[in-house]
């Protein structure tokens, strides 16, 4: 009797024009999903506001400054909250991952406030979502953050351990962090050698806000830098559909224009105000937290990061100091176009068997081994 054997099936989906020869069954499982079931984050109403109705009454932050917080409910053990970089919002950063994120648990989505932005702020709302989850769910969530995003962690975690404080956390996911302006923008260099450090100089290196011709020009390179990856139309047709790719293009979009100039200043000064995590390697302040970490690079980096970015240098080196539960690994694509910063949407599948991974182990209360 022969083998049982899906390529005729394959062959004829695939010339039906529905799916990639490359990644059919995956492709075609994943959109089906997406059209049976649509991404529909919703608003989350907070039932703890303790840490932010205290900074709210110091008067530090505003409303305008506090993120959207939306959810897609699910069963399952492991809830976990996603922080994006920059752009695009965290509804977005994992958009192709939800579906894997949702199989666990809930998922809980920070996207940034438009037109303000408040570090404190954004840590009280963290604090008490954490508090809030750990409570309803009856454990800890996982911290899932990109980019600046990650950054973002990075200084909540080392201010509460400044404080005294340990988060309750499940665990913590950490992709591209870029934890302090130097990540972006080497010291005495007299131009920027990457697209990003181009787009945030002008909100850096003055002290008279950009005007709108700069503000245009960083929108400008914001989105060149996500439509390099939109036009590889190749690629996409193994990734998602037609109806997903004009959600996310639009949602994207949408982003990159709908943040003003205070907005974008708040949080470019928030980045300039962080620590290097290598000024505080030799402080009382490490580990961070005995959490389990999976810290994930992408093999060109330097596409975004700038040369001997601090942050990289110090969690590849030794990123058991800060998390001695942890991984930390260089994502590559050895089958086609190298692995961006943080794309979590064009390279989805090659960052997916690492987080895989790391949450099987978290259900099956594995400690993790340095790999």
């Known amino acids: 009797m022969p083998a049982l054997s899906f390529a005729p099936a394959i062959s004829l989906l695939a010339a039906f024009g529905r799916v990639s020869p490359t990644q059919p069954l995956r492709t075609l499982i994943r959109t089906t999903g997406y059209k049976l079931r649509p991404p529909r984050p919703l608003p989350h109403l907070p039932r703890v506001r303790t840490a932010q ?5 110091t008067g530090r932050a505003g409303p305008h400054q506090m993120a959207a917080l939306l959810s897609e409910q699910r069963k399952g053990p492991i809830p976990t909250i996603v922080l994006g970089g920059f752009v695009p919002d965290a509804t977005e950063q994992v958009f192709l991952m939800r579906g894997f994120l949702l199989k666990n648990g809930s998922v809980y989505y920070i996207n940034y406030p438009r037109h303000g932005f408040s570090t404190e702020m954004l840590f009280a709302q963290l604090d008490d979502l954490i508090e809030e989850l750990t409570r309803e769910h009856g454990t800890p969530p996982v911290v899932f953050a ?47 050698s990457t697209l990003l ?32 990856g939109a036009q590889n139309k190749a690629a996409l047709a193994a990734l998602m559909s037609r109806d997903e790719l004009l959600h996310l293009h639009g949602a994207v979009m949408n982003t990159i224009a709908g943040v003003d100039t205070q907005g974008a200043c708040e949080r470019m000064q928030a980045l300039k105000q962080f620590e290097a995590p290598s000024s505080y390697f ?77 949450y099987r182990e978290l259900k099956t209360n594995k400690l993790l081994r340095a790999a």
């Not at 988060?167 to 934890?179: E, K, N, T």
């Not at 002008?202 to 929108?219: L, Y």
Request: hydrophobic share 45%; proline share 9%; aromatic share 8%.
């Open 282 to 358: 030799s402080q009382a302040l490490l580990p961070l937290t005995q959490a389990p970490a999976l810290i994930l690079f992408a093999e060109s980096e330097d596409a975004v990061l700038a040369a001997h970015a601090p942050t990289k240098f110090v969690l590849e080196a030794a990123h058991q100091a800060y998390f001695p539960k942890s991984r930390c690994k260089t994502i590559c694509n050895h089958r086609g176009s190298p692995v961006q910063h943080a794309s979590l949407v064009f390279h989805c599948f090659n960052f997916l068997p690492p987080i895989s991974r790391f």
């Open 146 to 192: 990109v980019s600046f995003g990650a950054g973002l962690v990075l200084e909540w975690l080392k201010r509460a351990r400044r404080d005294g404080r340990t988060p309750d956390l499940r665990g913590i996911i950490l992709v591209s962090p870029v934890a302090c302006i130097e990540d972006l923008l080497a010291p005495g260099e007299a131009k920027p």
């Open 197 to 228: 450090g181009r787009a945030v100089k002008p909100f850096i290196n003055s002290e008279v806000p950009p005007d709108a011709r700069q503000i245009e020009k960083t929108r400008t390179i914001f989105a060149r830098m996500f439509e390099a």
């Open 53 to 57: 109705n205290a900074v709210f009454a």
